[in-house]
Nanobody
Framework: QVQLVESGGGLVQAGSSLRLSCAAS????????MGWCRQAPGKQRELVAA???????NYADSVKGRFTISRDNAKNTVYLQMNSLKPEDTAVYYC?????????WGQGTQVTVSS
């Protein structure tokens, strides 16, 4: 089992920055990829960014050049640095992890960007 706890969400103005954090605990040795997804009201959950155990990264087209995913292995934490935020980035952001067999999810953190 893997437990994920997100933090760092909030209410900001368009053009601002936020950094989300996701702390992992439990069977973290089994994790081979982690990432962030988001879900806006009335929309499906979508992948925002992901990072593998070999530090390969992947981003949604809508956030490329603005968001950066990174990790600190010593702290078992994954970060999502979000710059130049737009109102359309407003959503609940969920951290997720995969060990190849199961997907684990955090409880989500709200990000609201006002225009």
């Amino acid at each position: 089992q893997v437990q994920l706890v997100e933090s760092g969400g909030g209410l900001v103005q368009a053009g601002s920055s936020l950094r989300l954090s996701c702390a992992a605990s439990g069977s973290i040795f089994s994790i081979n990829a982690m990432g962030w997804c988001r879900q806006a009201p009335g929309k499906q959950r979508e992948l925002v960014a992901a990072i593998t155990s070999s530090d390969s990264t992947n981003y949604a087209d809508s956030v490329k050049g603005r968001f950066t995913i990174s990790r600190d292995n010593a702290k078992n934490t994954v970060y999502l640095q979000m710059n130049s935020l737009k109102p359309e980035d407003t959503a609940v952001y969920y951290c997720n992890a995969s060990d190849g067999l199961f997907h684990y999810w955090g409880q989500g953190t709200q990000v609201t960007v006002s225009s």
